[in-house]
C-alpha cells in the first residue's frame, strides 16, 4: 500500500470495522486515540509511529451530526446506527433502563424483523448484547417493545432507533480530562453545538461556538475564552496531564469548531474573531459540515446504493428456569445450570444524582475509574 512507503519496517494492522467485522491490513495502542490524517502517509503519523508497531485500526464517526436523522443517504445513517449502537454497549453514550429497551427493541427489530412466534422463542433477545452488564429485566422489556413494532424495515428501526439517541446527554461528546483550580479533575466535552464542561459528574458550564473567541494551550495549560453577554472576553484555564495529551485537546477543539463553524457571511460579527480562533498554526483538512451540505457536486442521495447490512455478534440464550429444572432453548437438560456468559465489560459508572429533571436512575457520563476500556475510542482522550 503506498501509505506504507519510506517506511523501513514492516506493519501489520488490523481494521476493525463498526459491524464487528476485520480486515487485515496486534496489542492495542494504549493512550490517546489518534485519527489518522487522509493527506498524510502513515509514516508521517509521528504520534503513531513513536508509540508502535503493531497497531489496531478502528472506523469510525469523528464528527457527530446534531440530528443523524437528517442524513440524506441510507448508507451513511447506517453507519451511524452501527456507531452509536455500539456506543451504547461500550458504555460511552449511558441511558436509563427505559431507553435502553427502546434502543434494543429497535436494534433487534432491524435485524430479526417483526416478532414472529413461532422463529422467536423464549430467550431470543438474551442471544444480543445491548448495554454494559446487560439484566434480564432489560431483555423482557424489550421482547415487549419489540412485538409493537410490526411493519418498521431495517431503514427505519435504524433511523427511530438514532432519534432517540440522539437526545441522551452524552449524545456525540468527544471527553477530556483535565484540570482546574486546586488539581479539581473536569472534564472538557467535545459537541456539534459547543464545549461542555463537567465538573464531580455534574454539568457545570456550556460554550457555544459563536461565542468561543479563541482556544491556545502552552506546554500542559490550554485555554477557553469565551465571550458573555456582556460582550466582555474571560478565558477559563485548564491544566492537561501533559504537552501531548494538551496539543491532542487543543487540535480536537479546533478540528470541532471548524467542521461546524457557522459560515462568516451568515453569522453575526463574531465569526471575525474566527480566524484567531487557534493561536498555533493548524490546517483543517475536512470539508465542514455546510460545505458537505451545499457542494453542488455532490447529489445526495446517490442512486442506485446498495446496502449490506451485517449481522451482530450473537450468545447463547439465557437459560431458563422452570421448577427444579433448567431448560435452554426449550429443551429438557436435567439439573445442570448452564450459564450463559456475560455481557461486555464495562466500566463502572457513577450515577447523577440530585437530577431534577427525572427520577430515573440515569449515569451522567462514561467517566473511566478501573482501567482501559477495548473498543473504538474506549478511553477519554
Not at 470541532?256 to 480562533?277: A, D, G, I, Q
Amino acid at each position: 500500500m503506498g501509505c506504507f512507503c519510506g517506511v523501513p519496517e514492516e506493519f501489520y494492522c488490523e481494521v476493525l470495522l463498526l459491524d464487528e467485522s476485520k480486515l487485515t491490513l496486534t496489542t492495542q495502542q494504549q493512550g490517546i486515540k489518534y485519527w489518522l490524517d487522509p493527506a498524510k502517509t502513515l509514516a508521517e503519523h509521528k504520534e503513531l509511529i513513536n508509540t508502535g508497531p503493531p497497531y489496531t485500526l478502528y472506523f469510525g464517526i469523528k464528527f457527530y451530526a446534531e440530528d443523524p436523522c437528517k442524513l440524506k443517504e441510507e448508507i451513511t445513517r447506517y453507519q451511524f446506527f452501527l456507531q452509536v449502537k455500539q456506543d451504547v454497549l461500550q458504555g460511552r453514550l449511558p441511558c436509563p433502563v427505559n431507553t435502553a429497551a427502546q434502543l434494543g427493541a429497535y436494534v433487534i427489530q432491524s435485524e430479526l424483523g417483526d416478532y414472529d412466534p413461532y422463529k422467536h422463542t423464549a430467550g431470543y433477545v438474551s442471544e444480543y448484547r445491548f448495554v454494559p452488564d446487560q439484566k434480564e429485566e432489560l431483555e423482557d422489556a424489550i421482547e415487549r417493545i419489540h412485538k409493537t413494532l410490526m411493519g418498521q424495515v431495517p431503514a427505519e428501526a435504524e433511523v427511530n432507533y438514532l432519534g432517540v439517541a440522539k437526545s441522551l446527554e452524552m449524545y456525540g461528546v468527544d471527553l477530556h480530562p483535565v484540570y482546574g483550580e486546586n488539581k479539581s479533575e473536569y472534564f472538557l466535552g467535545l459537541t456539534p453545538i459547543g464545549v461542555v464542561v463537567y465538573k464531580n459528574k455534574k454539568q457545570v458550564g456550556k460554550y457555544f461556538w459563536p461565542r468561543i473567541t479563541k482556544v491556545h494551550f502552552k506546554e500542559t495549560q490550554f485555554e477557553l475564552r469565551v465571550l458573555g453577554k456582556d460582550c466582555n472576553e474571560t478565558s477559563f484555564f485548564f491544566e492537561a496531564r501533559n504537552k501531548i495529551t494538551c496539543k491532542h485537546l487543543w487540535k480536537c477543539c479546533v478540528e470541532h469548531h471548524t467542521f461546524f463553524r457557522v459560515p462568516e457571511n451568515e453569522s453575526n460579527s463574531l465569526s471575525r474573531k474566527f480566524s484567531k480562533f487557534g493561536s498555533i498554526g493548524y490546517k483543517h483538512r475536512y470539508r465542514t459540515s455546510l460545505q458537505m451540505t451545499r457542494d453542488p457536486s455532490v447529489q445526495l442521495p446517490r442512486p442506485d446504493q446498495r446496502i449490506e447490512r451485517s449481522r451482530s455478534k450473537t450468545y447463547p440464550k439465557r437459560t431458563q428456569q422452570t421448577g427444579n429444572q433448567i431448560t435452554t432453548n426449550g429443551e429438557n437438560e436435567g439439573t445442570t445450570k448452564i450459564i450463559a456468559p456475560s455481557p461486555v465489560k464495562s466500566f463502572k459508572k457513577m450515577k447523577n444524582e440530585n437530577n431534577p429533571e427525572t427520577q430515573r436512575s440515569k449515569t451522567s457520563a462514561p467517566w473511566e475509574e478501573n482501567g482501559p476500556q477495548s473498543g473504538f475510542l474506549g478511553e477519554a482522550g
